[in-house]
């Protein structure tokens, strides 16, 4: 009965922030994959950052590098993504997904994301 959830998207203005949570209650242990993926109406899905089993490394879309972070604790089933500096083209529903990583090495868009969250809207406009 695996569950996750967003939280803390909401309106702001270029150059503000949000910090993002998700909760993934039935998640035992840290061994898996955590990503942020977001999607603007009429575009593609795309991802945003990963973290890997135990939170051994970190990766990012270019267009978020320097701009967002991407963190976990496992003991609270929660990850998170701190966004700062946002833009326009920013503004999309965020999701977060999770899968069991079953080999060492880094997270990425194209990993076996089997879990998911509803998602949160962000949205960035003057």
């Known amino acids: 009965q695996v569950h996750m959830a967003e939280s803390g998207g909401g309106s702001v203005q270029p150059g503000g922030s949000l910090r993002l949570s998700c909760e993934h209650s039935?998640?035992?242990?840290?061994?898996?994959?955590m990503a942020w993926f977001r999607q603007a109406p009429g575009k593609e899905r795309e991802g945003v950052a990963f973290?890997?089993?135990?939170?051994?490394?970190?990766n990012y879309a270019d267009s978020v590098k320097g701009r967002f972070t991407i963190s976990r604790d496992n003991d609270k089933k929660a990850f998170y993504l701190q966004m700062n500096n946002l833009k326009p083209e920013d503004t999309a529903m965020y999701y977060c997904?999770?899968?069991?990583?079953?080999?060492?090495?880094?997270?990425?868009?194209?990993?076996?994301?089997?879990?998911w969250g509803q998602g949160t809207q962000v949205t960035v406009s003057s």
């Open positions: 973290i890997t089993m135990y939170g051994i490394s970190t």
């Open positions: 997904a999770a899968y069991l990583q079953r080999r060492w090495g880094v997270c990425t868009a194209d990993g076996d994301y089997n879990y």
């Open positions: 039935g998640l035992s242990g840290g061994s898996y994959c």
